[in-house]
């Protein structure tokens, strides 16, 4: 409803409209001195989506940051000769500002950069050889082996591990109506089959009429169990052509936690007082890795679904020690892993139970597990059913702060969100956006802990970063108070410079920054600015402010 025409509408007879950056919606940023603003165009957006090509993209030398705000030399840069430069005094610059000598007399063998963003002035000894040649560029601060002996990460590429965090509790025996008759692979267990043939004893049924009833009606009812069986199966069976070396990890909880792994070892179970103590529950799991993730999935697909489906449903849902148990078996498997938690309960039993009368306490320890899932690099996704009493607001806290997923599923649709969670990989962990404007410029609608040069620059880490993440931004011109003391007079600014500054470290350990920059030319005209705007990216921006 925000990508229609009624927006592009509404947007036509905005008074302020300018363009998105990075995904350009226009090449024109407008320039307007007037304050009355309700509504207008200047969004832009970072993805990631370009992360896993950083080693064909990598730029010799070092990044050169600006004295004065800390952004970053690149292709848009102007460098003026030292020769040049001594000679300035007042003469204007082809843009159209000003330019003084504030250096003073300068080696005429070095290059004088006045930075795009805040104007400040800096003597560079370097080569144009070492001027990066492209408005997208990537840095190798450190390599995975120089990360590994400073003590900050796991050494080597790490192909990271699935852990499915599985909920079988009672209430996975709920079964659901499907039209058509389903064949099923993975039925009833012999104690579930024993219980409904005391049941149909009791009521007096032949023992065929389970099969005539379900024939007649031309319907099948299903499980839960059965359909998280069969969406699992199906996504063992796609990973083994795609990565068969993958490691792939079983964790289920009901009224106790048993971490299997990859069905090989010996499974660790988790119950009575340890399921409220965390660092009895982190280390069983994390010791528990060294004999239950020793297979790959090309050698455990079988053995993990035999397991899968010997496991009944019964008793209450641990989910947090559940949650914590995997997350600790995932950071064991290296940068990039992930967690998939299917529920359809509340927790009730732990650490993290959320049927009392207080969530303080759930809250916090969801946050120390979002915490410890982010430092690990590991991603946390969340599935639930529809309709059942799982705490999403809660839950989506905790995949929000690891950038995973959370689904709420008709559970015969759960094949699909598997593979859509799967397919979305870590690209990069520990990652750090620093984003820079021009100082006539400044964020709207962020926290103010994360701005800083009076709103221009906006730093955050924000963990986990896949190829379907994008985060989105508003800015707005300073008022004039704040333009007056910039000393920046608007008549003669006729470009605008943007620049988003990427730390990452990468699948493989390296440590790497990444360096986008772009530019904006201003107009006064309404219709140059209106021109190819991106409604896709003003829809996503609504929907993000408002989620």
Not at 503 to 511: A, I
């Amino acid at each position: 409803e925000y990508m229609g025409k009624e927006l592009i509408e509404r947007i036509k007879k905005m008074d302020h409209a300018s363009p998105n950056i990075m995904t350009n919606a226009s090449e024109y940023a407008r320039i307007k001195s007037n304050r009355r603003v309700v509504a207008d165009t200047n969004v832009f957006a970072v993805n990631f989506r370009n992360l896993k090509l950083y080693q064909s993209l990598l730029f010799l030398g070092d990044a050169i940051p600006c004295l004065g705000c800390k952004s970053v030399l690149n292709s848009k840069s102007v460098l003026i000769p030292g020769a040049e430069y001594n000679k300035l005094a007042e003469e204007e610059s082809k843009d159209g500002t000003e330019v003084k000598n504030v250096l003073g007399n300068v080696d005429e063998r070095k290059l004088v950069w006045i930075c795009e963003f805040c104007g400040n002035h800096t003597a560079l000894s370097l080569m144009q050889e070492e001027v990066p040649k492209t408005s997208d560029v990537f840095y190798l601060l450190h390599s995975a082996a120089q990360v590994e002996a400073q003590g900050q990460a796991q050494g080597g590429e790490s192909e990271g591990a699935i852990i499915f965090c599985i909920d079988f509790s009672g209430s996975m025996s709920t079964s659901h109506e499907v039209a058509g008759v389903e064949n099923l692979k993975h039925g009833m267990t012999q104690e579930e089959m024993d219980m409904l043939k005391q049941f149909l004893d009791e009521e007096g049924y032949n023992p065929g009429v389970l099969n005539q009833m379900r024939g007649a009606s031309r319907k099948t009812f299903i499980s839960r169990k059965q359909c998280v069986l069969a969406a699992i199966e199906s996504q063992l069976a796609e990973l083994r052509k795609s990565n068969p070396k993958k490691k792939v990890g079983l964790v289920t909880f009901n009224k106790e936690v048993i971490v299997i792994g990859d069905a090989f070892g010996a499974e660790v179970v988790i119950t009575g007082d340890k399921l409220n103590n965390f660092e009895s529950i982190l280390g069983e799991a994390q010791t528990a890795f060294n004999t239950v993730m020793t297979k790959s999935l090309e050698e455990s697909a079988e053995r993990l679904l035999a397991k899968f489906d010997a496991i009944s449903e019964k008793g209450a849902t641990a989910l947090g020690p559940g949650l914590l148990a995997a997350v600790a078996l995932a950071a064991k498997g290296g940068i990039g892993s992930q967690v998939i938690i299917c529920t359809d309960g509340l927790a009730n039993v732990g650490l993290g139970s959320l049927d009392g009368t207080c969530d303080l306490p759930a809250q916090e320890f969801y946050t120390k597990v979002a915490n410890t899932a982010k430092d690990s690099g590991v991603a946390v996704s969340v599935v639930t059913i529809k309709g059942e009493g799982a705490r999403v607001d809660i839950l989506g806290k905790l995949v929000e702060t690891t950038n995973g997923a959370v689904t709420r599923v008709d559970p015969t649709q759960l094949s699909k969100d598997f593979g859509t969670i799967l397919k979305d990989e870590i690209l990069g962990t520990g990652v750090e956006i620093e984003l820079h404007l021009h100082k006539g410029l400044k964020f709207r609608n962020e926290d103010p802990q994360y701005l800083s040069h009076g709103g221009s620059t906006f730093l955050r880490n924000v963990g986990n970063v896949t190829a379907l993440t994008e985060f989105t931004f508003e800015y707005e011109l300073k008022s004039p108070e704040e333009l007056a003391k910039e000393k920046i007079d608007l008549e003669k600014v006729k470009t605008i410079p943007f620049q988003a500054l990427v730390n990452f470290t990468s699948t493989k350990g390296d440590r790497v920054l990444r360096i986008i920059t772009q530019q904006q030319r201003t107009t006064k005209e309404q219709s140059q600015s209106e021109q190819e705007v991106n409604v896709r990216l003003l829809g996503n921006r609504c929907m993000s402010k408002t989620a």
